[in-house]
């Protein structure tokens, strides 16, 4: 199952996005990949599925956190650890980027 978002390259122009989630999951920017062996949080990878799953690339931040963070009670907990997956995510997806454009790897 894949997903087309767009994303903006430091050219400005838009790239298209994609998840693999059948076969492995991964996610592609462009011409750039990101395994799921190259996250560096769990959490983030699993953000990543599930907003690809929804449609319109979308969900509620209480809907994340309960599906993420089930054992956690207090909703100021469940929202930091939310922000910290996103984070994780943005920074990933920065990351590998950058690298396979310094290093020409896809």
């Given at each position: 199952?894949?997903?087309?978002?767009?994303?903006?390259?430091?050219?400005?122009?838009?790239?298209?996005?994609?998840?693999?989630?059948?076969?492995?999951?991964?996610?592609?920017?462009?011409?750039?990949?990101?395994?799921?062996?190259?996250?560096?949080?769990?959490?983030?990878?699993?953000?990543?599925?599930?907003?690809?799953l929804?449609?319109?690339?979308?969900?509620?931040?209480?809907?994340?956190?309960?599906?993420?963070?089930?054992?956690?009670?207090?909703?100021?907990?469940?929202?930091?650890?939310?922000?910290?997956?996103?984070?994780?995510?943005?920074?990933?997806?920065?990351?590998a980027?950058?690298?396979r454009?310094?290093?020409?790897?896809?």
């Open positions: 199952m894949t997903s087309p978002r767009t994303s903006v390259a430091a050219s400005n122009k838009p790239e298209a996005v994609r998840t693999r989630l059948l076969g492995g999951f991964w996610v592609l920017v462009g011409k750039r990949s990101i395994g799921e062996d190259e996250w560096r949080l769990r959490k983030a990878a699993s953000l990543i599925k599930l907003l690809a929804e449609p319109g690339h979308r969900m509620h931040r209480e809907q994340l956190m309960d599906l993420l963070w089930p054992e956690v009670d207090a909703k100021a907990a469940a929202n930091d650890h939310l922000g910290h997956a996103q984070r994780h995510a943005r920074r990933d997806l920065r990351a980027s950058r690298h454009e310094a290093y020409g790897r896809r």
